[in-house]
T-cell receptor, first 111, second 111 residues
């Protein structure tokens, strides 16, 4: 069955370190998205991609970067982790204008 | 800017009907989604409206009025498992799949 996976599921890191969160989908969806979700808030868009080699900034992109070298993967990199980036991160994918399918999430703690 | 408003919390009784409202003011509109998110889990797709009117899917219905910037999700015959957060999302990119999410409504169903 097609799916979307994220790794790691839990990560503890230190301030200033570079961290990469992986997202892999097997639906062959053209759209992929990264969100963060903090307690009491909805999903805030970090970066998104509409296809290979396409990346776009979302509303909270500072301190994050993505690259899309193939259809299946959209890794999210925190260049220099900060405590304010402690959050739950969700990756999602969709085809064209349709609903988004979400990965299980990565809980990141920055100490 | 994008503005999507939902009530923060609602409580209802098992077997009853509950209506969760969502109002939006966005720079673009190309459809509205409702997602369900149980605590500690990823959001999952519930319903989609792009034209005015009511869409029914089993115990769940969703309504849209584009002229009023208003939608609601109606849950009938509430069950304990319906206790979750309900996220309203507006697809605000007329060219592709990007959506802006509201902060979500946490619904608690009591026996």
């Amino acid at each position: 069955d097609a799916e979307i996976t994220q790794s790691p599921r839990h990560k503890i890191t230190e301030t200033g370190r570079q961290v990469t969160l992986a997202c892999h989908q097997t639906w062959n969806h053209n759209n992929m998205f990264w969100y963060r979700q903090d307690l009491g808030h909805g999903l805030r868009l970090i970066h998104y991609s509409y296809g290979v080699q396409d990346t776009n900034k979302g509303e909270v992109s500072d301190g994050y970067s993505v690259s899309r070298s193939n259809t299946e993967d959209l890794p999210l990199t925190l260049e220099s982790a900060a405590s304010s980036q402690t959050s739950v991160y969700f990756c999602a994918s969709s085809r064209d204008y349709n609903e988004q399918f979400f990965g299980p999430g990565t809980r990141l703690t920055v100490l | 800017g994008q503005n999507i408003d939902q009530p923060t919390e609602m409580t209802a009784t098992e077997g009853a009907i509950v209506q969760i409202n969502c109002t939006y003011q966005t720079s673009g509109f190309n459809g509205l989604f409702w997602y369900q998110q149980h605590a500690g889990e990823a959001p999952t797709f519930l319903s989609y409206n792009v034209l005015d009117g009511l869409e029914e899917k089993g115990r769940f219905s969703s309504f849209l009025s584009r002229s009023k910037g208003y939608s609601y999700l109606l849950l009938k015959e509430l069950q304990m498992k319906d206790s979750a957060s309900y996220l309203c999302a507006v697809r605000d990119d007329t060219n592709a799949g990007k959506s802006t999410f509201g902060d979500g409504t946490t619904l608690t169903v009591k026996p």
